[in-house]
């Protein structure tokens, strides 16, 4: 793909690398929406998703757009310390299993709250992988494809934005996919261009830097008039016409997002009541949470929130302790909240990391890593509820699980709940067809 497809820089992207402005421009031509349209039909785009206007935002419950809210346990958490654990097994460890709300599913006794609201989602307890290195894993799990050297896929939320962008979705001014406290590997657009990269925010409680004017209003007016006389000079010497250099417009779009309303899904954290406030947890984490939930109900369609500190090959027992501490508070209140703010019939909810952990204790008090048999907890946005799938042997001496399944199998899913279709063919920059996903749709994760 060429032009704006490929090259264009996004407005998060602006706010990132504002010095790429010009080169980009340089070499980009001038495409109508029509264009890009037409192009995108021509590669085999999917338009099973809506054109989307600003009351799209405004919608509730099932009929509301989809989104997907990745919950990243970065380094591998442990399958025996989350949602499969083995009490009294030799593999088990000191860890204990509590009840859930979910009919004979026990977990980690470390989650005691996110127990009480499990109902609402599944666990799966046989994820399988063949990728047991931490970027490798990353790429397959947020991708869905293992690592090829010639060609970067897409991560499923860069899919969503760009399927909803060529869907004509206009309602939102702040970018559709976003990473609240990313780690070394968030969400790219891959083969789909980097405008559909995840804007990523550090830290939901700092001010986002570079989102408002250093300046007052009649200097930041003049400034604008100022650059577009270097605009106009620029396209004379050039002999070209200024919207070519997509100069404009990619300025216009940065001005929209800084004066939205919708910034207020990151601003106004503290306008929510302390009391949901604290149960989210007084951590980076809740807070991403938080911010999460308020961005879904602005119409964000993909957001990551990550949670790093899951390489547990030493001390794992107390590693996942201090985890816990921080997640169970968030995830058990986050599920809540979106259920009384009707957002979780519209909303997919993925909590995985790129691998699991060995049933064997090393010498260290730790776990190693483990890409057959872990877990994920999945639902909303169309899955079914309530549900366990899979099992893995107590004595760990089985290396695969019962009833597996595959990392492309659960994406492909997920595509196909949130209306796109998983199996359609992109053309890549290169000219080469690329399955959104390779895998097949596990049915019966999905209300018929």
């Not at 009480?116 to 307890?125: A, D, F, K, M, P």
């Not at 984490?285 to 602005?298: H, I």
């Not at 099992?391 to 009833?403: A, C, I, L, R, Y």
Request: hydrophobic content about 35%.
């Amino acid at each position: 793909m060429t032009g704006t497809i490929s090259d264009s820089t996004s407005v998060a992207r602006l706010f990132e690398s504002s010095n790429r402005q010009t080169e980009i421009g340089n070499r980009q031509s001038d495409f109508s929406r029509r264009d890009v349209l037409r192009m995108a039909a021509g590669l085999g785009m999917s338009f099973l998703l809506p054109a989307l206007d600003g009351r799209a935002a405004n919608e509730r419950g099932p009929a509301r757009a989809k989104s997907l809210l990745l919950l990243w346990m970065g380094g591998g958490p442990s399958q025996l310390e989350t949602w499969d654990p083995h009490p009294g097994k030799k593999i088990g460890g000191p860890t204990k299993s509590i009840k859930t709300k979910i009919e004979g599913l026990e977990i980690a006794d470390l989650f005691p709250r996110t127990a009480e609201h499990l109902q609402h989602l599944n666990v799966i307890r046989s994820m399988v992988s063949k990728e047991g290195d931490h970027e490798r894993g990353t790429y397959l799990l947020k991708t869905g494809y293992r690592p090829d050297p010639t060609l970067v896929h897409p991560s499923l939320g860069a899919i969503l934005a760009h399927q909803y962008e060529v869907a004509g979705e206009s309602s939102l001014e702040i970018p559709r996919f976003i990473s609240l406290a990313p780690g070394p590997w968030p969400g790219r657009g891959g083969f789909l261009g980097d405008q559909f990269d995840a804007f990523k925010v550090f830290d939901p409680r700092d001010t986002l830097h570079n989102m408002e004017a250093r300046v007052g209003p009649q200097r930041q007016e003049r400034r604008i008039k100022s650059l577009d006389v270097l605009e106009n000079t620029f396209a004379q010497r050039r002999r070209i016409q200024t919207e070519a250099t997509l100069h404009r417009d990619t300025v216009k779009r940065a001005l929209t997002m800084m004066t939205s309303d919708q910034l207020k899904a990151f601003r106004d954290i503290d306008k929510e009541p302390q009391a949901l406030r604290d149960a989210y947890g007084d951590s980076q984490f809740g807070r991403g949470c938080l911010v999460a939930r308020r961005l879904l109900e602005v119409g964000v369609r993909a957001v990551e929130v990550e949670l790093n500190g899951f390489d547990t090959h030493a001390k794992n027992f107390s590693g996942h302790i201090t985890q816990a501490e921080i997640l169970d508070p968030a995830f058990a209140t986050l599920i809540n909240d979106l259920h009384e703010h009707d957002l979780l019939a519209s909303t997919v909810v993925l909590c995985i990391g790129e691998f699991g952990r060995t049933p064997n204790i090393n010498p260290l008090d730790g776990r190693d890593h483990w890409p057959t048999g872990f877990s994920a907890v999945v639902g909303g946005g169309g899955f079914r509820s309530g549900l366990v799938i899979g099992s893995t042997d107590p004595e760990g001496k089985k290396t695969e699980p019962e009833d597996p399944i595959e990392v492309a199998d659960l994406f492909a899913t997920i595509l196909h709940t949130v209306g796109i279709e998983h199996n359609r063919e992109l053309q890549t920059p290169i000219g080469r067809p690329m399955k959104l996903s390779a895998g097949k749709v596990l049915d019966r994760l999905l209300i018929q």
